[in-house]
């Protein structure tokens, strides 16, 4: 996505993230087609790669038409999600998806998440600011203020 992005060393764009890892777990629902194990939402970090641990079905996408898509779980695969960040980084050409997670009535859903997001002492820039300050190897990050 770098490269795509016309950065000269796209190996300077991961020393801007920092990965922040969380275990989820769903537990089963009886009443599962009466309740959702994650609402709907977008990621606001850069990047998420995320493993399903067990064989429980559960993550949704929602399509352009705005019906619900089941992401099939393939075996070892990671998902990637493409962050708000990174929507924003790129000017729009990689764009936030929004998903959720629902619940099975039966058996608990267990995933690994790793979020890839800009450290709480840096904020975003727009892209041509971002893509001098790195091909240029300056930090030029303005400070947020939380």
């Not at 060393?9 to 769903?26: H, I």
């Not at 493409?82 to 729009?92: A, D, H, P, Q, Y």
């Not at 998903?99 to 800009?118: G, N």
């Amino acid at each position: 996505m770098a490269a795509d992005l016309g950065l000269e060393q796209p190996e300077r764009l991961l020393e801007k993230f920092a990965g922040v890892p969380q275990t989820m777990r769903v537990s089963p629902c009886r009443q599962a087609g009466k309740v959702i194990g994650f609402s709907p939402h977008t990621d606001v970090c850069a990047m998420t790669l995320l493993l399903h641990v067990n064989n429980v079905q559960g993550l949704q996408i929602r399509r352009n038409d705005g019906k619900w898509l089941v992401v099939d779980r393939l075996d070892g695969a990671l998902v990637i999600s493409i962050g708000g960040t990174f929507e924003i980084l790129s000017n729009g050409r990689y764009r936030s998806i929004e998903h959720r997670a629902m619940v099975h009535p039966d058996k608990e859903r267990i995933s690994v998440a790793m979020f890839h997001c800009v450290p709480a002492q840096r904020s975003a820039l727009c892209q041509s600011s971002w893509r001098a300050a790195l091909r240029h190897g300056t930090s030029r990050w303005a400070t947020w203020n939380l």
